[in-house]
Every structure is written in structure tokens, then in C-alpha cells.
T-cell receptor, first 109, second 114 residues
Framework: GQNIDQPTEMTATEGAIVQINCTYQTSGFNGLFWYQQHAGEAPTFLSYNVLDGLEEKGRFSSFLSRSKGYSYLLLKELQMKDSASYLCAVADSNYQLIWGAGTKLIIKP | IAGITQAPTSQILAAGRRMTLRCTQDMRHNAMYWYRQDLGLGLRLIHYSNTAGTTGKGEVPDGYSVSRANTDDFPLTLASAVPSQTSVYFC?????????????FGPGTRLTVL
């Protein structure tokens, strides 16, 4: 079967760095996405990785290792507005997105 | 209109009633999707459409139907609602089905079936 695993909840301090991990087992792989979802709102796109390595975009970076079925999202200089759920999704062999349940990130002052 | 709109924002529905959730996008995207999001679960694909005139079944299609008469609109119909269809429903679109195409989401419809 297809499976995306990520921690249910994480807590971090304002100004710090946090890493949210995602492991996956899917039928085929055509890229991995990270989305941010604030409570009561729609998911919004953060990053896309299809090749191994690190993609940096401002305070956010995303890493992929296809051989390990592993990705992480790194958030630096945390701000209170970063409190949200972070969703990992993998495009399978049919290019359909398989979604993890999301990681709720709580930022404390 | 900017992006994707969904209607209604929320709805309480009696079991057995028919309901259509509306979704409209103005980005001229080819592909559209319907997901449901339940607490503790990831987004689950109900139905999708790769282009106007075509539709396909996702992971959880039973009890739902869709149509794609034109590029902009992608309504989702519950023929006879049941309590297990209580959920938040998101419509999304992307330029195509290619791997790098990010999906843009509507604001969601919160549906409660009693």
C-alpha cells in the first residue's frame, strides 16, 4: 500500500529552527510537495522536490532523499505566524498526490 | 473572481438529501480535484478531472459524482448524503497533471450530515 508518515505534532520556540520529517512508501515517485495549512484555511504550496538534495526558499528549505524515501522541511527564524499544519504529499506513478496526515507545529514565544 | 471559489462555505444537511458543492476557477487550469479532509487523516482524493469533458475516480469515490462540462467549473454531488460524509471538502486545480504542477486550493466547504 501507499503510506506517508509524519509526526502528528511538534513544538518549537520563536526564533528557533525546526525540522519536520516525512517518510514515504508509494507506487512510483514523481516528486514530493510540502504545503502549509493554517487552521480553518486551505493548504498553500511551499515547496517541490523531485531530485535529491536541498531546495532553499527564504526561511524555508526542503530536502529529499529518494533512496531513503525521506524528506524534511526546515523552518528557520521561526515566527508566530508559522504556527500551522505542514502537509507532505507525494506524486505517485499516476501523478496523483498521496497526502500525509500533516504535522501541527506549535510556536511558543 | 481570483483563484478558486467554493460554495457554500458551510452546510448542515439531513441524511438522505441530495447536495451539490460548487467549485469555480478562473486560472484556466486544465486539471481539477475534489478532496475531503478529516481529522487525523490526510487529504483524500474523491474525484479528479484532467481536462474538460473527462473525469476519474480517486481514492474514495463512493457516494459522490462529478462533472466537467467546461474548464472553469467542477461540481461535486452527493446523491444521498450519509453521516460518514461529514467532512471538510476542498476543491483544487493545477495547470496540468504533470509532476511539478502545484495544486491551488479553494477555501473549502464544511459539510455536516445529520
Amino acid at each position: 500500500g501507499q503510506n506517508i508518515d509524519q509526526p502528528t505534532e511538534m513544538t518549537a520556540t520563536e526564533g528557533a529552527i525546526v525540522q519536520i520529517n516525512c517518510t514515504y512508501q508509494t507506487s512510483g515517485f514523481n516528486g514530493l510537495f510540502w504545503y502549509q495549512q493554517h487552521a480553518g484555511e486551505a493548504p498553500t504550496f511551499l515547496s517541490y522536490n523531485v531530485l535529491d538534495g536541498l531546495e532553499e526558499k527564504g526561511r524555508f528549505s526542503s530536502f529529499l532523499s529518494r533512496s531513503k524515501g525521506y524528506s524534511y522541511l526546515l523552518l528557520k527564524e521561526l515566527q508566530m505566524k508559522d504556527s500551522a499544519s505542514y502537509l507532505c504529499a507525494v506524486a505517485d506513478s499516476n501523478y496523483q498526490l498521496i497526502w500525509g496526515a500533516g504535522t501541527k507545529l506549535i510556536i511558543k514565544p | 473572481i481570483a483563484g478558486i471559489t467554493q460554495a457554500p462555505t458551510s452546510q448542515i444537511l439531513a441524511a438522505g438529501r441530495r447536495m451539490t458543492l460548487r467549485c469555480t476557477q478562473d486560472m484556466r487550469h486544465n486539471a481539477m480535484y475534489w478532496y475531503r479532509q478529516d481529522l487525523g487523516l490526510g487529504l483524500r482524493l474523491i474525484h479528479y478531472s484532467n481536462t474538460a469533458g473527462t473525469t476519474g475516480k480517486g481514492e474514495v469515490p463512493d457516494g459522490y459524482s462529478v462533472s466537467r462540462a467546461n474548464t472553469d467549473d467542477f461540481p461535486l454531488t452527493l446523491a444521498s448524503a450519509v453521516p460518514s460524509q461529514t467532512s471538510v471538502y476542498f476543491c483544487a486545480s493545477s495547470e496540468g497533471q504533470g509532476s511539478s504542477n502545484e495544486q491551488f486550493f479553494g477555501p473549502g466547504t464544511r459539510l455536516t450530515v445529520l
